[in-house]
């Protein structure tokens, strides 16, 4: 019977080399994006209360977690080797982002304009985008 030495299981548990490297770039690019929304969504409310229907009581909220997840991927980003877990969070909480923008639009849940729905639509679609590059750099950065 063998045990697995520190250095193997940090091998399984993180991902390093080149292909990390490019998931490295792709978690900062999410990180920022999911920034720089966060910020217009703060400052931005009232008109976009206005323009898309979107009430305070929702933009603020959406706008400070998304400030909360950038700096969760500038830090996931950060690591000299990236944890495996922790990319995967990223990509299942992307992918539950694309479906609960999705479902808001559906259900009715707010008020929004017609401008409003194109906007949590074209929302959903980047982060399935991001779910989608984040899910593949880190097969390919396990595979390496």
Do not use: H, K, Q
């Amino acid at each position: 019977m063998s045990t697995a030495t520190g250095a193997e299981v940090a091998r399984r548990t993180t991902v390093g080399g080149a292909a990390a490297e490019r998931l490295r770039v792709i978690l900062r690019i999410d990180g920022w994006s999911t920034a720089l929304f966060g910020v217009v969504l703060l400052a931005a409310w009232r008109p976009f209360s206005g323009w898309f229907g979107l009430p305070p009581a929702w933009s603020v909220p959406f706008g400070v977690a998304m400030l909360g997840g950038a700096a969760a991927l500038g830090l996931i980003a950060g690591y000299p080797r990236i944890p495996v877990r922790y990319v995967a969070l990223v990509v299942a909480g992307n992918a539950l982002s694309c479906v609960a923008l999705v479902a808001l639009v559906l259900t009715g849940a707010i008020p929004l304009s017609g401008l409003g729905v194109a906007f949590m639509l074209t929302g959903a679609a980047v982060v399935a985008v991001y779910a989608g590059l984040e899910f593949l750099g880190l097969r390919r950065a396990r595979t390496e």
